[in-house]
């Protein structure tokens, strides 16, 4: 008798993720194995980049020694390998987040993904002016009484496109506050999404509070005044599971730098409703049916967003990325991570002078803590966990409107991954107890 | 290199010191010529406005007010003690010094005779990601003392 198992089912066999397991997983990192400043590397800056397990390098590795080419042309065997393992890789990243084939872009990373949403609403604007598409898209344009809504904890990525479109266009730029904790304000977001809004842009998880915003309310709210709803996952694709159907948003957009993967290689959803109207960002080759000296056709999604030679040895290293994640498994790896960012701030508020941002201990966070020390600039502190071997965050993290309306201007941010062990945040806490007096603060 | 070089005491103690802080409550003297400049580190936000005074073809006051990490503090701290008194083009000469021991990553060492407390940051020079701290006044001095100039 056959039996069946799922991944689904063998996820949930597996236990709880614990100091043992990780130290194996650590071992699949071969950076993390090595001294800074004499001392064991404790690598706490997974929110900004994620080191790359060997699958991954390998991944990568094994696509240029073995199928290197160009994809999407040439009738040679190499060029066949290359476009499979390509277009794999876009399957593999399409069941990650829970998209259809054709909604999932390559882009660089999120940032470009970010831009590549705001240019080709624009693009629609300048478009519908001359005529060119129909209905659908002239309801993409954005004019001047229109609304693009972010959030005041928003990293510039997900913040300057929209300032920029909003420039372009003649739409107004609005925002949902936050209160003292970090959370952002309901109420006001009830009364700042409204029937004049045309995009509501905002992340999933922020990168400097931890905080897990609702996303369901928050879409439903869009949803209601005829929005477009943009999500920025890159602080959730790489720790929780995603899908970005159950989520119900128009756009999603992720870095692989940020899941294990290497740089230069992101991932765009967009519904493909949306994908069938909108102009593209960037033109060029690959993405053309028709080219005339005077007009050209271009090709649906994927490929119309996808201009010029892709960054197809990333994509496969992304898809082995997702790959050991998925292996591993994302709800345990999020149950794991909570558990760090819980000790996190446990830790940090026991230490005097030293004030986290963010949602209380006991309350929701992922694994990160930014942290503000009393009389020490964050850069100071950065230095000393250096000199002890732990890497963290230091500055602005990427958004400064969300510092200022905390009243800092630079923070030090900690942000664990699938590699951390709770040593690694022992040995984080039992430095930062020793800073202030360090500097005499 | 430890940490203890980065962090000399002398640079500890301009950090807390602070001399020449206060540019908003120190009036320049009254007939002397004034530039002023605001330099910003986009990096960590560390932030400097500084206004030099020149009076006979010589430095008469430094004053400043800034915000950010101890290292970029105390630098503005020891130019402003270091700079008043000196001739124009010898805090250009200083100013050159300090530049290049900083810009060596560590291969320059610094001139005591010339720099003073400012040899202190001689060990900044190995931490890249630090000269911009160190550095963050003394361009503005720069660019201040070419408007007074």
């Known amino acids: 008798m056959a039996v069946v198992s799922t991944p689904a089912t063998l996820e949930r066999a597996l236990p709880v993720m614990d100091n043992a397991e990780v130290l194996r997983i650590r071992n699949d990192f071969p950076v993390l194995n090595q001294l800074v400043n004499g001392q064991p590397l404790v690598y706490l800056d997974s929110g900004a980049t994620s080191q790359n397990p060997v699958s991954v390098i390998e991944a990568e590795q094994e696509f240029y020694e073995q199928r290197n080419a160009a994809v999407h042309r040439g009738a040679h065997h190499l060029a066949v390998e290359a476009t499979e393992a390509f277009e794999d890789a876009r399957q593999t990243m399409a069941d990650f987040i829970g998209a259809g084939y054709e909604e999932t872009i390559w882009t660089s990373n999120a940032t470009e993904g970010l831009n590549l949403i705001s240019y080709a609403l624009s693009n629609a604007g300048l478009w519908a002016a001359q005529g060119r598409g129909d209905q659908g898209l002239r309801e993409l344009a954005l004019g001047p009484g229109d609304q693009i809504v972010v959030t005041e904890m928003e990293h510039h990525a997900n913040l300057i496109p929209w300032q920029e479109l909003a420039f372009r266009t003649g739409a107004t730029l609005r925002h949902i506050p936050i209160d003292d904790d970090g959370n952002l304000r309901m109420d006001a977001a009830a009364e700042v999404i409204g029937s004049r809004t045309k995009v509501l842009a905002f992340t999933h998880a922020s990168n400097v509070l931890g905080i897990i915003n609702p996303v369901q309310e928050l879409t439903a709210l869009g949803r209601a005044a005829g929005a477009l709803v943009v999500l920025d996952a890159c602080q959730s694709a790489p720790h929780l599971p995603l899908n970005v159907k159950d989520l119900d948003v128009d756009f999603a957009v992720l870095s692989g730098h940020k899941m294990l993967a290497p740089t230069g290689i992101g991932v765009l959803y967009g519904r493909q409703e949306l994908l069938d109207i909108l102009p593209p960002f960037l033109t060029g080759g690959s993405m053309i049916t028709t080219v005339t000296m005077e007009r050209a056709e271009y090709l649906p999604a994927p490929q119309r967003f996808e201009a010029g030679t892709q960054r197809i040895s990333q994509a496969v290293a992304l898809a082995a990325a997702a790959n050991y994640l998925t292996e591993t498994g994302l709800d345990r790896i999020h149950t794991w991570e909570s558990g760090l960012g819980q000790r996190m701030v446990v830790g940090l508020d026991a230490i005097p002078g030293v004030r986290v941002l963010g949602p209380a201990a006991g309350k929701e966070r992922i694994g990160l803590a930014a942290f503000d020390v009393d009389g020490v600039h964050a850069h100071d502190v950065g230095q000393f966990l250096d000199s002890r071997g732990i890497a963290v965050r230091v500055g602005h993290h990427c958004a400064q409107p969300l510092h200022r309306r905390l009243g800092l201007t630079a923070t030090t941010r900690a942000s664990a991954y699938l590699y951390n062990t709770t040593d690694d945040v022992d040995r984080f806490l039992e430095a930062v107890a020793g800073v202030r007096a360090y500097f005499r603060a | ?149």
């Open chain 2, 1 to 149: 290199m430890s940490l203890d070089q980065l962090y000399q005491q002398i640079i500890l103690d301009h950090s807390k010191a602070r001399h020449g802080s206060g540019l908003s409550v120190t009036a320049a003297p009254a007939d002397a010529a004034t530039g002023q400049s605001h330099q910003l580190n986009p990096v960590c936000g560390d932030e400097v406005t500084l206004r030099l005074a020149v009076q006979d073809g010589k430095v008469a006051q430094v004053a400043w007010d800034g915000a950010g990490c101890s290292i970029s503090m105390a630098s503005a701290s020891v130019l402003s003690e270091l700079a008043p008194g000196l001739t124009v083009a010898e805090l250009h000469q200083v100013i050159e010094s300090f530049r290049e021991v900083l810009r060596s990553r560590g291969k320059v060492q610094a001139d005591p005779e010339l720099l003073g407390d400012a040899a202190a940051f001689e060990g900044v020079a190995r931490y890249a990601a630090r000269v911009k701290c160190a550095m963050i006044s003394w361009v503005a001095a720069e660019d201040a003392l070419n408007q007074a100039a």
